[in-house]
């Protein structure tokens, strides 16, 4: 597996992290075969939200309570959640009382003692920069939270947050796949075509978070940005002929190379699998460690639709 730094946190990741936003429904020793495949593959990185699963904190109390990490075992992982979405109600809260209520109940349902990286879950368009300050390094103070993120975010939504945020933005965790792909493919295309207009994402976001030391990561990696799998020999035929060339070339999985167009990156976008099957972690994973080439890398943006001089 890849091992890389997260610039801003200096803290060493797997490139590849397991989501556990669909673990809800499963059992312990479900729970526990998924991580243990996540750990044989090299993923030491594990991301939860305070709003995944049916209550608030479920999935977060499902991680915890099936694995009851060793301190030991605790030291060698990187646990990731998010908090800002008020579930079910339709809004979002950036206030310090949500901030520090939800981190406790993130604490107690991981059943940890602190948590690695805590992300702003979406833009709360009533955020006051000076009440997530205060959240923040109250957090860090108290030796709750390490490091912090955000989720879903614009170069100038976190330029907001950093007129009062003094600890600096490790991640920023925004939705990307072969076919939604909007991140790294408006550069080329600017001006080419209105709908891959530079400023879609507010301005060139992968290379505002590479100046700034900030760590991409992508949700959704085998999701089409209209729903359903990236991976349709129907809906993608010219995609899956060329995805199916390089998992033969590479030895690999399709899964597999749909990882490594990721990872191909030289932002190093750290991806996050949504799956809760042992061996599509393991399939998955594997492409961290295949390296495809420029050519390889453009032909698959091609196959997906996007216009490459």
């Known amino acids: ?12 990741v797997s ?3 397991l989501g556990l936003m669909r673990i809800n429904d499963k ?11 996540a750990r044989e593959s090299g993923i030491n990185f594990f991301d939860n939200a305070d709003i995944y699963g049916p209550t608030l904190h479920a999935c977060e109390a499902r991680f915890g309570g099936a694995l009851k990490l060793s301190s030991s075992e605790r030291e060698h992982i990187i646990i990731q959640t998010k908090a800002g979405i008020v579930k079910d109600q339709g809004y979002y809260d950036f206030s310090y009382d949500h901030i520090m209520q939800e981190v406790n109940d993130s604490l107690a349902a991981l059943r940890t003692d602190y948590i690695d990286i805590l992300l702003l879950h979406r833009p709360d368009a009533l955020a006051e920069p000076e009440e997530v300050a205060r959240a923040f390094s109250d957090l860090q103070a108290g030796g709750k939270v390490r490091f912090f993120g955000v989720s879903n975010h614009t170069p100038r939504q976190i330029d907001l947050l950093k007129m009062a945020v003094r600890q ?3 991640a920023n965790q925004m939705q990307l796949s072969m076919t939604h792909s909007f991140l790294v493919a408006q550069g080329i295309a600017a001006n080419m075509r209105e709908d891959q207009a530079v400023v879609r994402d507010g301005g060139g976001l992968v290379d505002y978070c590479r100046v700034g030391g900030i760590t991409l990561q992508a949700w959704s990696p085998m999701q089409s940005g209209e729903g359903g799998l990236v991976l349709d020999h129907e809906r993608y035929p010219e995609l899956m002929e060329v995805v199916d060339h390089l998992a033969t070339k590479y030895g690999v999985t399709p899964e597999a190379i749909a990882t490594a167009w990721i990872t191909r990156h030289p932002a190093n976008i750290q991806v996050i699998l949504g799956t809760t099957s042992p061996q599509r972690v393991r399939d998955s994973a594997a492409g961290a460690d295949v390296v495809l080439t420029r050519a390889e890398w453009y032909a ?5 639709g996007w216009i490459v001089p």
């Open 1 to 12: 597996m890849k091992i890389q730094t997260m610039p801003n946190a200096g803290i060493d």
């Open 15 to 17: 490139a590849v992290a």
């Open 27 to 37: 059992s312990d020793a479900e729970i526990r075969n998924l991580y243990a495949a």
């Open 168 to 170: 600096p933005i490790v």
């Open 300 to 304: 698959i943006l091609r196959a997906a």
